[in-house]
């Protein structure tokens, strides 16, 4: 089993910025993907960005020039600095991670708990 922490969402003013992070933990291997999802009220959760296998990122149009992820592979940890911020960047944000356990197996997505980030005057 991995564990996500989650950190670092709160309230901040349109044009505001916010530093997301997130540790993995437990027993991993490898990890083949690791990134956010957010959640906003009454809307499905869409993937914000993320690191994939190779190291290539995916970011989605809504968050680009603005948002940028970066890692410490040695800490199992990403981070997501959000600048610019929108009242519609408003949601809960979740981390997530793909990985390869120590015993070799693979796991599919595992969540965080999220945090919450409101972009609001």
């Known amino acids: 089993q991995v564990q996500l922490v989650e950190s670092g969402g709160g309230l901040v003013q349109p044009g505001g910025s916010l530093r997301l992070s997130c540790a993995a933990s437990?027993?991993?291997?490898?990890?083949?993907?690791m990134g956010w999802y957010r959640q906003a009220p009454g809307k499905q959760r869409e993937l914000v960005v993320a690191f994939l296998s190779g190291g290539s990122t995916n970011y989605a149009d809504s968050v680009k020039g603005r948002f940028t992820i970066s890692r410490d592979n040695a800490k199992n940890t990403v981070y997501l600095q959000m600048n610019s911020l929108k009242p519609e960047d408003t949601a809960v944000y979740y981390c997530y991670v793909v990985y390869i356990d120590e015993m070799g197996l693979p796991h599919p997505h595992s969540w965080g708990q999220g945090t919450q980030v409101t972009v609001s005057s």
């Open positions: 437990g027993s991993i291997f490898s990890i083949n993907a």
